[in-house]
């Protein structure tokens, strides 16, 4: 009888140990600089970025496709060294370049680009 109640205590603590955990929590996003790749996924990743009437979506797969001026904008990306980096394979105004930008949330949720020749934008996230 010992060994039968043994047994079962056994595998209800076995069972207990291959229970599924709670995923994840998201990434929770503050205004500041975004220097992690998880907190650019959760703010940026999925969704459209628009200044004007341009607009950007930087895809999970590590690419990214919009317009820009009136024509299509397309390329690769990664996140690296705490910034964006991004490889253009088509765009109307210049030759296919690679360029880090860093990024920076602001509190009403719109996303500041900075370039690494100083110049920023301000980008709406939908």
């Known amino acids: 009888m010992k060994r039968h109640i043994f047994a079962l205590a056994s595998a209800v603590l076995l069972g207990a140990c291959n ?12 205004a500041g600089p975004i220097t992690t790749a998880e907190a650019f996924g959760a703010a940026v990743v999925g969704r459209t970025l628009t200044i004007g009437d341009n607009s ?32 253009l394979s088509e765009h109307a105004s210049r030759e296919a ?9 602001n509190e009403d949720g719109s996303l500041t ?7 920023s934008f301000v980008y709406q996230v939908g």
């Open 113 to 119: 680009i900075s370039r690494p020749d100083g110049r």
């Open 56 to 87: 950007l979506v930087i895809a999970a797969d590590g690419t990214l496709a919009g317009t820009f001026n009136d024509a299509p904008l397309l390329g690769t990306w990664e996140f690296r060294y705490g910034q964006w980096c991004r490889t």
């Open 19 to 30: 229970a599924t955990t709670e995923p994840e929590a998201p990434v929770p996003l503050t």
């Open 97 to 105: 370049t690679s360029e880090c930008q860093s990024y920076a949330l």
